[in-house]
């Protein structure tokens, strides 16, 4: 019999500060002796919305390369692996505990990551350009979600991208959102005009911000407990109809995973006058398990 290597990993909750809560993730800190076929299947047999192979990286700036992997496919960015990864990257010394700004690169380039001082301060990423793409009729977004034209707010539905392309569906209400049956059939013609990987992301407006749910069969999830890479998106969206305020240092939480039984809550922080100096998207982290797969 061939000999079999082991693979340290470690699981942590995003976006919470409690236990078994949040989105979870697993990181491998050390990726180096892994093939992009091997991590795929890995992230398929672990089967969490996505699952982190650190990597020296590509650039001097950064502190390393994340790659993300949804048990469907590689992603070029994604929010919680992204705050997740940072954490592991500090409790492991790989960046010196107390840095307080790093850089991580990932497929779109290198992300800048924020630390707030304390052993247990929220981790902070900020997003990608985001980019308006394709608008969507009213009637064709209802029908995704089993839900009535009525039930949607007046803002048309709209796709964002800061890559993790998304569309938005503004409803009436936290009961409107919990009341969603995402319909497999009509994402089938729907996707028939738009063939590139993409998530739905619903959410009604609430006085702390969106309570929120996720959506993306594309990549083998069906819904995702907490979406950090469209939760950037979602403040612009939010903003554009004027749903939340666009003055600088406006912050509010999007609640995203509850009807899940996964609460979690994403903190934005909008830096400049309508985000011009950037969306700053971020939580806690709370550590899980340590674990060893042999392969």
Known sequence: MAPRNSYRYRVVDVFTSKPLEGNPLAVFPDATALSTDLMQKIARELNLSETVFLLPSTR?????????????????????????????????????????????????????????????????????????????????????????????????????????????????????????????????????????????????????????????????????PATGSSTGPLAAYMMKHHLISSKADTTFYSEQGTRMGRRSILHVHIHGEGGVKGIAVGGYVTPLIEGTMTL
């Open 60 to 224: 001097s700036e950064c502190a390393a390369k994340l790659r993300i992997f949804t048990p469907g496919r590689e992603m070029d960015f994604a929010g919680h692996p992204t705050v997740g990864s940072a954490y592991i990257l500090l409790d492991e010394g790989k960046v010196p505990k107390g840095t307080q700004q790093f850089l991580v690169e990932e497929n779109v380039g290198p992300i800048p990551i924020s630390v707030e001082p304390g052993p247990s301060g929220k981790i902070w990423l900020t997003t990608p350009p985001i980019k308006e793409e394709s608008e969507v009729e009213t009637q064709a977004a209802a029908s995704l979600l089993g839900l009535q034209n009525g039930q949607l707010l007046d803002c048309t539905p709209q796709i964002m991208n800061a890559g993790n392309p998304t569309l938005f569906i503004p409803l009436r209400g936290r009961e409107t959102v919990d009341r969603i049956s995402f319909d497999t059939a009509a994402w089938g013609q729907f996707k028939s005009s738009y063939p590139a990987p993409l998530c739905v992301f619903v959410f009604a407006p609430v006085p702390e911000g969106a309570y929120s749910r996720m959506f993306a069969p594309d990549h083998g999830v069906p819904e995702d």
